[in-house]
């Protein structure tokens, strides 16, 4: 168990609508992290926040968006859903800004029909 | 961005045998882990590694950085260790970790 929970572990939607994705980093992490894993695209790094404030982006569409609230917990919001966008949300956590060792939830599972 | 290739993409192997995967990076890092993704999803962390040699049990792991490139031991394989194998790293002030593309790794009893 890596510290970092992740919710919902499986979701089914349809084209068109929105998820929302919750992580909690591991206790006293200030980082939080998301990646997508597709099987085409393999692991991709989404967006970094660190105490609340955006950090870094990486390959993250405009139809997502996250934000990391008061009580570090942080929130992936997929609208405008598409089949493609079908893949395994990993949320990772660490105590600092940069560098050090990151760990990583079990995923969120979302499926798009 | 950083590129990371690892070697072999596909591995198949008998129990109680031994094997080296490499991971080798385009750039220098100031970040290294290598992660066992099992075959339910989960990515475990098995080292943080930078620079220097680290062991786990039957894990190891050495980083040459100023050759950019990582190695991963696995002595006496079990069954349990099947799965992806994956190497990330990340520049100094840059931005996430920059995964590989993994190595499938199959232990067959």
């Known amino acids: 168990d890596s510290g970092v929970t992740q919710t919902p572990k499986h979701l089914i939607t349809a084209t068109g609508q929105r998820v929302t994705l919750r992580c909690s980093p591991r206790?006293?992490?200030?980082?939080v992290y998301w990646y997508q894993q597709s099987l085409d695209q393999g692991l991709q790094f989404l967006i970094q926040y660190y105490n609340g404030e955006e950090r870094a982006k990486g390959n993250i569409l405009e139809r997502f968006s996250a934000q990391q609230f008061p009580d570090l917990h942080s929130e992936l919001n997929l609208s405008s859903l598409e089949l493609g966008d079908s893949a395994l949300y990993f949320c990772?956590?660490?105590?600092?800004?940069?560098?050090?060792?990151?760990?990583f939830g079990e995923g969120s599972r979302l499926t798009v029909l | 961005g950083i590129q990371v290739e690892q070697s072999p993409p596909d591995l198949i192997l008998q129990e109680g045998a031994n094997s080296t995967l490499r991971c080798n990076f385009s750039?220098?890092?100031?970040?290294l882990q290598w992660f066992h993704q099992n075959p339910w999803g989960q990515l475990i962390n098995l080292f943080y590694?930078?620079?220097g040699t680290k062991q786990n049990g039957r894990l190891s792991a050495t980083t040459v950085a100023t050759e950019r490139y990582s190695l991963l031991y696995i002595s006496s394989s079990q069954t349990t260790d099947s799965g992806v194998y994956f190497c990330?790293?990340?520049?100094?002030?840059?931005?996430?970790?920059?995964f590989g593309k993994g190595t499938h790794l199959i232990i067959q009893p």
């Open positions: 990330a790293v990340r520049r100094g002030g840059a931005d996430g970790l920059t």
């Open positions: 590694i930078p620079s």
């Open positions: 206790s006293g992490d200030l980082s």
């Open positions: 750039d220098s890092v100031n970040n």
């Open positions: 990772a956590s660490s105590p600092m800004d940069r560098g050090r060792e990151l760990f």
